[in-house]
């Protein structure tokens, strides 16, 4: 199967980390995508979409050796953990413990989209940055790191779904300050774990997994070109048998 996704290493992707934990690591052609790349007034053109699989032009996109085409994150990570070869799942039974893990999915999922809007907000020229914007966004972010710290202190049975969506939100805060220089205008200086301590705790455990190391801070080693994510789009269509 085929993971078309941003190699960005700098923030932990909880796609990888579920096909870590799964044990498909060595069944996934990584294939790099940047779909920013696309927006108008690159010189990129379409280089690097991927909409002939995904109308959203959206990464995560998982592409089946079937050419069955899964998007959406959570769509994705939920078909990885099923095909799981590591008697691993991120994913408890139903129950209180599956609705918590899965509310922690969607809250901490929420956390890093509207995060991913904040940086979009960033790129507007200073005078043309909304400060109601970021004073609609902020209080979002600042009441889910509280209740993530609620969370961890109860303290968790094993590793969840939730708690991998937990490692991608709050490591793409930091990307945002540090990759794109993000001069915030209303808490230039956030750091998520002051004054959550148990917060803190989890993650310096937690960025300790194999599924966090095996990306997380390391270069891509792979081929990102253009030519090779086309030619990977079109294997897929191939299998689709959309083209001969
Ligand atoms: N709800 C989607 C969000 C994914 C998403 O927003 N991906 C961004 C990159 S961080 C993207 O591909 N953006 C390109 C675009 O919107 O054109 C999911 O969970 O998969």
């Given at each position: 199967m085929k993971l078309f996704y941003s190699p960005f290493h700098t923030f932990i992707h909880k796609v990888l980390v579920t096909i870590h934990e799964a044990g498909l690591w060595d069944d996934v052609t990584f294939v790099p995508t940047y779909p920013f790349k696309?927006?108008?007034g690159e010189d990129q053109g379409d280089a690097y979409s991927i909409a002939a699989l995904n109308p959203l032009n959206k990464v995560p996109t998982l592409a089946l050796d079937s050419g069955q085409v899964v998007y959406g994150s959570q769509a994705v990570v939920e078909c990885i953990d099923s095909m799981s070869k590591s008697g691993k799942h991120l994913y408890p039974p139903a129950g209180p413990?599956?609705?918590d893990a899965i509310t922690r999915l969607a809250l901490a999922d929420t956390m890093f989209e509207t995060t991913v809007m904040l940086v979009m907000e960033g790129w507007n020229p200073e005078e043309n940055q909304r400060i109601e914007f970021?004073?609609?966004?902020?209080?979002?972010i600042i009441r889910g790191c509280d209740s993530l710290e609620a969370a961890c202190k109860q303290g968790f049975d094993g590793f969840d779904i939730g708690q991998a969506s937990m490692l991608h939100?709050?490591?793409?805060?930091d990307f945002r300050v540090n990759f794109y220089d993000a001069k915030d205008p209303l808490y230039p200086d956030f750091d998520c774990f002051d004054g959550r301590p148990n917060l803190k705790a989890w993650w310096e455990e937690s960025i300790q997994r194999p599924s966090v190391t095996s990306h997380y801070n390391r270069d891509f080693e792979g081929d990102d070109s253009a030519a090779f994510l086309q030619k990977n789009v079109q294997e897929v269509l191939a299998a689709q048998g959309a083209i001969k």
């Open positions: 696309n927006r108008e413990t599956r609705w970021f004073e609609w966004i902020w209080p979002k939100a709050i490591s793409y805060m």
